[in-house]
C-alpha cells in the first residue's frame, strides 16, 4: 500500500482521480486505521489530507464559517468565536471519541465515514451547512443531509472528496444545540441523537427552526415536521411535545443491542425536546 501526503487540493484530487477507485482519504484515521486493520478496506494508496493548508483553516467572513475537512475537533473546540457561534457543533464534535481521539478525529472524516450515528452530523444539518465536493470535474455543493445516501454511502464521485463546510452566518437572537443519548456517559456511539437550530423574531417569537435526528434511521435525517411544530411559536409547553411528536414520528430505527425500535422512538422525542431547550436558551443570550 502506498502513502501519499499531498500539499494541495488540486493534486490530491489527482492521486485520487489516478488511483482508478482504489485509493482512500486519510483525514484523522480514526474510522480507517481500524478499516485498515480489520480488513475491512483495503486501498492501494492512503491519500492523507492533513498536510493541504486550505482543508486545515477555520475562516470566517460576511458569508459565514468556511471549516476546513481536515481541521480536527479538537481545533474546532479550541476555536473560541467558532464555539460562541455555533455551540450546538460543538456539542456534537465534544461527544466524538477521547480527548484523543478528537485530537485526531476531524467533522469531513465523521461525515464520509457515513454511520447513522455520527455525532456531527445533526447539528451541521440543523446549522443549514453545506459542504463543498472538490473532484476531477471541478466543485460542486451539496446541502449535508443530501451527502450521505445510507450507512458507509456518501454521494462522492470517482476521484472527489469533501474540501470544506460552509456554515451560514448565525443570525441575530438564534441558537443551536445537539444532544445524544448512550448507555454510557463517553466512548460509545449514540442511540439517539437531536440537533435543534431556531432563530428568534424582537417579540422572542420562533422564526426559523431546523431539525435533525441521528442513529433513528440509515442516515441522519432532517425533519421539517419537528422544526415546523416551532416556528410561529414562543417555543412554549405545547410547542416543545408537538415537535417531540414530529421527531417520534419521523423515525425509522433499527433494534439492536443498544436499543429497541419502541425505545428509539420514544427517546428521540425527548431529546428533541431537551434540545430544543438549550436552543432557545441560547438564542435567547445571543444578540
Ligand atoms: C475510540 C473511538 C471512539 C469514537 N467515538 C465516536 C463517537 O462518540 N461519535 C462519533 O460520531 N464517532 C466516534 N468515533 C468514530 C470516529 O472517530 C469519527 O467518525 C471521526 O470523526 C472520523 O474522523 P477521521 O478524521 O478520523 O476520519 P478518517 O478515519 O480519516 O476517515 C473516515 C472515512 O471518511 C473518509 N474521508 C475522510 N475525510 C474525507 C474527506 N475530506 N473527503 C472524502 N472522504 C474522506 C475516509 O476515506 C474514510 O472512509 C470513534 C472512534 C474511536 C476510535
Known sequence: MRYEAPKTLDQAIALLSGANGRAKVLAGGTDVLIQLRSGRAQPELLVDIKSISEMRSIAVDSSGYRIGAAVTCMELIEDEAFARAWPGIIDGVKYIGSIQVKGRATMGGNLCNASPAADSVPALIAAGAVVCIAGPLGRREAPVEDFVLGPGRTSLGSGELVAWFQLPRRAPHSGDAYLRFTPRTEMDIAVVGAAVNIALDDKGVCSRARVSLGAVAARALLVPEAAAALI????????????????????????????????????????????????????????
Open 232 to 287: 410561529g411559536t414562543r417555543v412554549d409547553e405545547s410547542a416543545l411535545a408537538r415537535l417531540a411528536a414530529a421527531a417520534s414520528a419521523a423515525c425509522r430505527p433499527i433494534d439492536d443491542k443498544r436499543g429497541t425500535k419502541e425505545f428509539r422512538i420514544k427517546v428521540a422525542g425527548v431529546m428533541a425536546r431537551r434540545a430544543a431547550a438549550t436552543a432557545l436558551e441560547r438564542a435567547r443570550r445571543q444578540n
